[in-house]
Antibody
Framework: EVQLVQSGVEVKKPGESLKISCKGS????????IAWVRQMPGKGLEWMGI????????KYSPAFQGQVTISADKSISTAYLQWNTLKASDTAMYFC??????????WGQGTRVIVSS | QSALTQPPSASGSRGQSVTISCTGT?????????VSWYQQYPGKAPKLMIY???KRPSGVPDRFSGSKSGNTASLTVSGLQPEDEADYYC??????????FGTGTTVTV
């Protein structure tokens, strides 16, 4: 069974750093792209970027380029989304999703990030 | 790239049909065979309902169907059921390993 399990809720202050995770199982993690998707409170889905775990090839949406870092550790089947300096506007739910061909067929349960002073 | 345009809401009675549009450009919807649709309940992860314009993953009821004409894709839900009440998002491959989502539509039954 394909599963993507994400890390738990995070409560941070503006200016702090953060790294959230997405662990895959039940399939060949290294050879499937993993995407990250943001959903701000009460808003729609926004595609942030994608990584190929086998070689860490990464592509960012222009809106998120330079704002976050996507990485992966294929030895533990885990992808990451990282911020160096959080802002209140980073408050959102973040989903990881497996890309298969040109669709996102399996999704993680989401990680809620709250940034507040 | 800009989000694909969807109507904010759509509604229908139980047993009726509802169609949701998703309008993009020739750089995404119009130039791609790779339009997907996702269903999302509040507080839950999205679920793939349609891919490659009109294909259904295993387990998705055949009440859900997709189509595309020019720069606009559509999702039709026939024989509406109470459990179809959810948010629906379209998505298109936009080339060079980029994807874009629609603005989302809330379906009320």
């Amino acid at each position: 069974e394909v599963q993507l399990v994400q890390s738990g809720v995070e409560v941070k202050k503006p200016g702090e750093s953060l790294k959230i995770s997405c662990k895959g199982s039940g399939y060949s993690f290294n050879t499937h792209w993993i995407a990250w998707v943001r959903q701000m409170p009460g808003k729609g889905l926004e595609w942030m970027g994608i990584i190929y775990p086998d070689d860490s090839d990464t592509k960012y949406s222009p809106a998120f380029q330079g704002q976050v870092t996507i990485s992966a550790d294929k030895s533990i089947s885990t992808a990451y989304l990282q911020w160096n300096t959080l802002k209140a506007s980073d408050t959102a739910m973040y989903f990881c999703a497996r890309r298969r061909d040109h669709r996102h067929d399996f999704w993680g349960q989401g990680t809620r990030v709250i940034v507040s002073s | 790239q800009s989000a694909l345009t969807q109507p904010p809401s759509a509604s229908g009675s139980r047993g009726q049909s509802v169609t949701i549009s998703c309008t993009g450009t020739s750089s995404d919807v119009g130039g791609s065979h790779y339009v997907s649709w996702y269903q999302q309940y509040p507080g839950k992860a999205p679920k793939l309902m349609i891919y490659e314009v009109n294909k259904r993953p295993s387990g998705v009821p055949d009440r859900f169907s997709g189509s595309k004409s020019g720069n606009t894709a559509s999702l039709t839900v026939s024989g509406l059921q109470p459990e179809d009440e959810a948010d629906y998002y379209c998505s298109s491959y936009a080339g060079r390993n980029n994807f874009v989502f629609g603005t989302g539509t809330t379906v009320t039954v």
